[in-house]
C-alpha cells in the first residue's frame, strides 16, 4: 500500500468531494489529515496532529448514533443498543469507512523509514482516527447537521446488517474489539480452584498485557472466562453479550 508521505498532502479537495462536503476553514480539514507524526518534519509552529479533533468526532458520534438507536428502537434494551452501538464505532467499523473513502490518501505523516505507516495495523487505525477527526471537523466548520449527515451517509447505513448478525459470545466479541483497539489478543489465567472435585469452583484472571483487567468465577475454566469477558466488555466497552 502506497501512502502519501510527502510534506504536503495531496489536495484534500479529492476527499471533499468524497464526503460531498465543502469546508468553509480549508485549515480544519488539513487538521483533520494531520497524523501526529508530521509534527516531527514540519517547522510549522502553526501544524496541530488530529487527536484534539478525533476527541471532539468521538463525542459527536457518541450523541448522534445513541439517539438514533433510541429513537428508532424503542423495544431494545439498554444493553442491546449498547452492543449495537459498539458494533457500528469499533476501530475496524471505521477504518472501513476510512477505507472506502480512502483517506489515508490525504494525509500528512511523517516521512522516512522511522515511521512505519505501511504496517497494516497502523494504516487500519490512522483510519478510524481521522474518520473521527473528519467528523469534529465538521462539527466546527459546519455545524451539527452537517456532521449528522455524514455520519447518516457512511456510518449508520451498517446498522441493518449489524441488527440481523448473530450475537457473539462474550469472548469472542471482546477479543474482537481488543484486537482491533490494541492490537493484542486477550489472556486467560487460572487464578484459584476450591471445593470438592465434583463440584469444583474456578476463578480465572483477564489479562491485556500484563495488566489484568477482570476476573470470572464457574463451575469450569470456560464457564470461568466467559464471565471474565462478559465483565471487561460491560466496563471496558459497556456493552453485553449473549451466549
Not at 516531527?40 to 457518541?62: H, I, P, W
Not at 455545524?143 to 440481523?164: D, N, Q, W
Amino acid at each position: 500500500m502506497k501512502l502519501n508521505s510527502d510534506v504536503a498532502p495531496l489536495d484534500p479537495a479529492g476527499l471533499e468531494r468524497r464526503i460531498g462536503v465543502k469546508f468553509t476553514d480549508k485549515q480544519l480539514l488539513m487538521d483533520a489529515l494531520t497524523h501526529r507524526s508530521y509534527l516531527n518534519d514540519t517547522t510549522s509552529s502553526y501544524a496541530v496532529c488530529n487527536e484534539r479533533l478525533e476527541f471532539l468526532g468521538d463525542a459527536v458520534l457518541d450523541v448522534v448514533i445513541k439517539h438514533h438507536l433510541f429513537r428508532t428502537m424503542p423495544t431494545h434494551t439498554e444493553g442491546r443498543m449498547t452492543q449495537l452501538y459498539g458494533a457500528l464505532v469499533n476501530n475496524r467499523a471505521l477504518a472501513t469507512i476510512g477505507e472506502q473513502l480512502e483517506v489515508e490518501h490525504y494525509m500528512r505523516f511523517a516521512r522516512g523509514s522511522g515511521f512505519e505507516l505501511r504496517k497494516e495495523k497502523s494504516v487500519h487505525y490512522m483510519r478510524a482516527c481521522a474518520i473521527e477527526a473528519i467528523i469534529g471537523a465538521l462539527r466546527i466548520d459546519r455545524g451539527m447537521g452537517v456532521a449528522e449527515l455524514f455520519i447518516h451517509r457512511f456510518i449508520l447505513p451498517r446498522l441493518e446488517e449489524i441488527k440481523h448478525s448473530n450475537v457473539q459470545d462474550p469472548k469472542s466479541l471482546l477479543q474482537e474489539l481488543v484486537q482491533s483497539d490494541l492490537q493484542i489478543t486477550p489472556r486467560y489465567e487460572q487464578l484459584e480452584s476450591h471445593g470438592p472435585a465434583h463440584d469444583r469452583v474456578y476463578t480465572v484472571g483477564l489479562f491485556l498485557g500484563l495488566l489484568q483487567v477482570s476476573t470470572g468465577t464457574g463451575q469450569s475454566i470456560q464457564i470461568a472466562e466467559m464471565g471474565a469477558a462478559a465483565v471487561a466488555l460491560k466496563e471496558r466497552y459497556g456493552m453485553e453479550a449473549r451466549n
